[in-house]
């Protein structure tokens, strides 16, 4: 596990740490002529050789495979991603390099990954409250509240491409973390928060069919999150 981070802190501090946005925009402009992306690559040797003491007589190939591995999968991001799929390349760049880091550490070290001990019943029951609380939620609000369809009479043209949904997941994991940390209060503190940035919609729409639409979309999000909540506590104390 040491091993591993190590190399997952070499990985931070060379992808996030110390790249700078201009590096980022130079690569993408320039690829495989850019000396943004060589200057990347050699500090994240660097890094490696630091982070492992610089035993190359130990760690010679993993250092070589890491960096090797690094510099093509960025190479490929760069000529295969555009301004619709780089969000989607940027998940994908970051997995691919935790996996080899993965099979480098399992190299060395050896990990060994037994299925049992992921599948637990607990693991089980917390997956199944995240898909809840989550994907669950949102399609049960979304057919509650679509039997009311009222019309703001302001433009939503400035909001953002499924903003809503995503401030619903949010807000829902939130209010279950706080329940099953037993943080009550903070739920309080949430809904505060809410309620003054939607003030402004509210007030500005002078619409009252479409703050009563928001009030039941809000009450549900958080009524559905709660119970959620302290069911999965229940369980989770019970089994």
Known sequence: MLLFLKLL???????????PNKW????EENKLKSSKLYLHTGIHAILLLILLEFKLNIYWLGILVIVTTHFLIDV??????????????????????IIVLIIT??????????????????????????LLVTNVSGIIIKVFITQWNPESKTNNDDSLAKAGR??????????????????????????????????????????????????????????????????????????
Do not use: M
Request: hydrophobic share 50%; net charge positive; glycine share 6%.
């Open 9 to 19: 802190l070499a990985h931070i501090l060379g992808d996030f740490v110390l790249q």
């Open 105 to 130: 550490t399992s190299i060395y070290q050896g990990l060994h990954i037994e299925l049992a001990n992921i599948f637990t019943q607990q693991n089980l029951l917390l997956i199944v409250a995240l």
């Open 76 to 97: 490929i991001k760069l000529y295969f991603q555009n301004d619709k799929t780089k969000r989607n390349w940027f998940f994908i760049d970051q997995l691919l390099h």
């Open 166 to 239: 995503y401030i619903g997941i949010l807000e829902r994991l939130f209010v279950f973390t706080f329940i099953v940390t037993n943080h009550w209060e903070a739920i309080g503190f949430l809904v505060a928060a809410k309620s003054v940035f939607r003030f402004g919609d509210l007030t500005s729409s002078k619409d009252r069919k479409l703050t009563e639409y928001i009030l039941i979309g809000t009450l549900l999000s958080f009524g559905l999150a709660i119970i959620i909540g302290i069911l999965y506590s229940y369980l989770l104390n019970t089994t």
């Open 24 to 27: 980022v925009k130079n690569k």
